[in-house]
């Protein structure tokens, strides 16, 4: 289970830190990422991090700005975000791919396990 926490309203240009706290997996054996999905828009891909915590992967659009972490002990992932646009309001999602891949995934139907949601409003 995946339980995602952290969102809420903020103005343009602030910071947010989302939290992914997981139960009965183990995130250093998932590849874990963020997702988000706007009204009206299909589900966006933001960031992943490999089992090992070591390497990333981000979308273009929050290249520079955001950043994914873990913490194992807590079995918790991050999304730091920081300069936040208008444009980054959504429902964050986080996710689990149980799979070994050579290149982590942007791709919705790779992950197995997904958290609830949490809504991110920027305001301009």
């Known amino acids: 289970q995946l339980q995602a926490s952290g969102g809420g309203l903020v103005q343009a240009g602030g910071s947010l830190r989302l939290s992914c706290a997981a139960s009965?997996?183990?995130?250093?054996?998932?590849?874990m990422a963020w997702f988000r999905q706007a009204p009206g828009e299909e589900r966006e891909f933001v960031a992943a991090?490999?089992?090992?915590?070591?390497?990333?992967r981000y979308a273009e659009s929050v290249k520079g700005r955001f950043t994914v972490s873990g913490d194992s002990a807590k079995n918790t992932v991050y999304l730091q975000m920081n300069s936040l646009k208008p444009e980054d309001t959504a429902v964050y999602y986080c996710?689990?791919?149980?799979?070994?891949?050579?290149?982590?995934?942007?791709?919705?139907?790779?992950?197995?396990?997904w958290g609830q949601g949490t809504q991110v409003t920027v305001s301009s």
């Open positions: 996710a689990a791919d149980s799979r070994m891949r050579l290149v982590l995934s942007n791709a919705p139907g790779h992950y197995d396990y």
């Open positions: 009965g997996l183990t995130i250093s054996s998932y590849g």
């Open positions: 991090l490999s089992r090992s915590g070591l390497g990333t």
